[in-house]
């Protein structure tokens, strides 16, 4: 696996790979198998893989959250490699923003709600840095993962309205045997709180109403951020132990 830092060096790769296949994998970095699933996705589907480990500062309203992201980019790059990955892009601040964020992508509707209504620029953040991304390693196909359905959304959305010749592949949401949706932040968990977010999921998924849910959540210890649902999907977010996890489940 060769590890690239800077955008001249990714974009000279990657125009060498003129007549390849590439599948791509942005990622914050704090890796688990729900990432290991799309990268193992994208090797059996194009003839490169390439990943990003970049945790982007400018989608998270939440300084302390940004702070404490459980990530270790010495630990990611041993994932990564023993996955069989050609390519691992990780980028500075500088080298992604030599603007410093003076210029970014919005989307003026479904971004304001679910995750986008109390996270103030998150998804300016999102679909900016997504869209710096695919414009450096110029994907065949990129990956994203269905736990985080409002943003594959939003970048699918995106590569329409610009017409990006991407294809944006979602891949189905990773679970722990439990049901607990994989996260990087399971990590900020405390055991009993490990044992307790597993109830998220399986609440979700019971046959009841939206206020009967998200009442059971309350009862069981969850701070309801929303239980809502879009275009044929139940979405939700809750605080636990003052983590926050997101889920969604088809109706």
């Known amino acids: 696996m060769k590890v690239i830092n800077t955008v001249e ?11 390849k296949k590439v599948g791509f994998v942005p990622t914050m ?14 090797k059996s589907e194009n003839d490169i893989t390439v990943v990003s480990v970049y945790l982007n500062p400018t989608q998270f309203n939440d300084k302390k959250d940004l702070e ?19 390519y691992l892009f990780a980028p500075t601040y500088p080298v992604m923003y030599p603007d410093d964020y003076k210029y970014k992508v919005i989307e003026t509707d479904f971004s304001k709600t679910l995750c986008g209504a109390k996270r103030p620029g998150h998804f300016d953040g999102v679909l900016t840095v997504v869209m710096k991304l695919f414009n450096i390693v110029r994907p065949t196909n990129a990956y994203f993962g269905e736990k985080d359905y409002q943003q594959f959304k939003l970048l699918e959305g995106m590569i329409k309205a ?15 045997e439990n049901g607990l949706a994989i996260s990087s932040r399971n990590r900020k968990l405390s055991k009993a709180g490990l044992e307790k977010a597993p109830l998220f999921h399986k609440i979700l998924a019971e046959n009841i109403s939206i206020s009967e849910k998200q009442q059971k959540l309350e009862e069981s210890g969850f701070k309801v951020d929303y239980v ?21 489940v088809s109706i």
């Not at 610009?162 to 722990?176: A, Q, Y």
């Open 29 to 42: 970095g704090g890796l688990h198998n729900g990432h290991l699933s799309l990268v193992n996705k994208a």
């Open 228 to 248: 809502t649902e879009h275009d044929g999907r139940l979405y939700a977010a809750v605080f636990l132990e003052d983590v926050r996890l997101i889920d969604n």
């Open 68 to 86: 404490t992201y459980p990530a270790n980019f010495s630990d990611d790059c041993a994932l990564l490699e023993k996955a069989g990955v050609d």
């Open 9 to 19: 060096e990714m974009k000279k790769i990657r125009s060498s790979l003129a007549d």
């Open 162 to 176: 610009f017409f990006l010749d991407i294809n944006i592949i979602p891949c189905p949401i990773v679970r722990e």
